[in-house]
């Protein structure tokens, strides 16, 4: 390895006795979610997607084929986080976090099976707020990761709205708080969307909800005052933070000329520079703006490992952008070093 590992903080694994867990635990939320999955993808989708991850299998699975695979794509290190399909909104509170805690040991197994080149994160059951420290707890303390994948809101169990939790709830102060103390990376990553079966053709219900949904979670971090009250809060978006940075200036507006507006300090686009994002943006000029916009400090490479909505070639896409050689070496490994994701670095 490289002196300077180059670093993908957006790399999925898939863990299919976790799959099994949960449908054994609640079968019939299990078909329900299956439902709901369905119905918000549409039957043209899930008949593409279903292929696309049998063929990724093993990518997903496999520590060899995961390694060979970051080897040809020029990727020293991978920072792991468990497929959003394992989130399981329909799971009651125990169950969930019974969940969470073993997502948390098979990604900690994983890591040490190869620990100069991966680094892991686990899972908090976002839909169950009074969980969420003692499953970050337990990935940080207890399995040695880095910090934990959440959604963008908490699902409902029925996936309507009644019971949503969304990142600015009250309820998950002690949370964002424990993240602050633990100094836990917060790794936001879209699962599903509220607009449901509006996006159930033309992968609408990936292309747009995603960067939507990215978009919405971050508005609720900013508007609601959780970076006011956690400034040290690490949080990373993935898919370049979606929609946000590029339309920032309209939540600026907002914040400038309607009361209900500000409940945050400052104006939304500064908090930018406090949020960390993936470079995965699938345009070069949108990825050299949210540079602009966010700073090269704040960007991380990312790639979606293996899905077909990521990239195979991260490194390569970085450099089409055009950006200056700083710039590039911190988003390839400089920043990935200053949040302790180097394998012979602690985070501070």
């Known amino acids: 390895m490289s002196a300077a590992p180059v670093v993908d903080v957006h790399a999925h694994v898939l863990l ?15 078909t329900a979610a299956q439902e709901l999955e369905v119905r918000r993808n549409g039957p043209e989708s899930m008949a593409v997607s279903g292929p696309m991850i049998r063929e990724r299998w093993p990518l997903l699975t496999d520590l060899d084929a995961r390694l060979t695979a970051m ?3 020029g990727v020293d290190v991978q920072l792991v986080s468990p497929s959003p399909s394992h989130y399981y909104p ?7 976090l019974d969940v969470a805690r073993r997502a948390n040991e098979a990604v900690r197994d994983l890591v040490a099976q190869a620990p100069e080149r991966l680094k892991g994160l686990g899972l908090a059951p976002l839909q169950h707020p009074a969980h969420m420290v003692e499953a970050l707890e337990h990935a940080v303390t207890g399995c040695g990761l880095r910090g934990v994948e959440i959604g963008s809101y908490g699902a409902a169990p029925d996936g309507g709205q009644a019971g949503t939790v969304e990142l600015s709830d009250p309820a998950l102060e002690p949370f964002w708080a424990a993240a602050e103390r633990l100094g836990a990376l917060v790794f936001l990553h879209p699962f599903g969307c509220s607009l449901d079966e509006r996006l159930d053709r033309f992968y609408l219900a990936n292309t747009v909800s995603q960067p939507a949904e990215n978009a919405v ?6 508007f609601s005052g959780v970076l006011d009250r956690h400034p040290d809060l690490v949080v990373l978006a993935a898919h370049g933070g979606g929609y946000l940075p590029t339309a920032i200036g309209r939540s600026d507006r907002a914040w400038r000329v309607r009361p209900e507006a500000r409940r945050c300090a400052r104006p939304p686009s500064s908090y930018l520079r406090q949020i960390y994002f993936d470079s995965l943006t699938h345009d070069p000029g949108q990825l050299a703006e ?8 704040r960007v991380l490479l990312g790639s979606d490992f293996p899905f077909d909505m990521g990239t195979d070639t991260p490194v390569e896409d970085l450099r089409t952008a055009g950006l200056d050689p700083e710039a590039e070496r911190l988003i390839l490994t400089g920043n990935a070093a200053a949040l302790g994701l180097h394998p012979t670095v602690l985070p501070a």
């Open 16 to 30: 299919p006795e976790l799959q099994q867990r949960a449908a054994a635990l609640d079968p019939a939320g299990s």
């Open 290 to 297: 949210l540079v602009r916009v966010a700073g090269a400090q």
């Open 90 to 96: 329909h799971l009651g509170a125990e169950h969930a």
């Open 217 to 222: 979670a971050l508005s609720h971090l900013v």
């Open 71 to 73: 080897d040809r794509a």
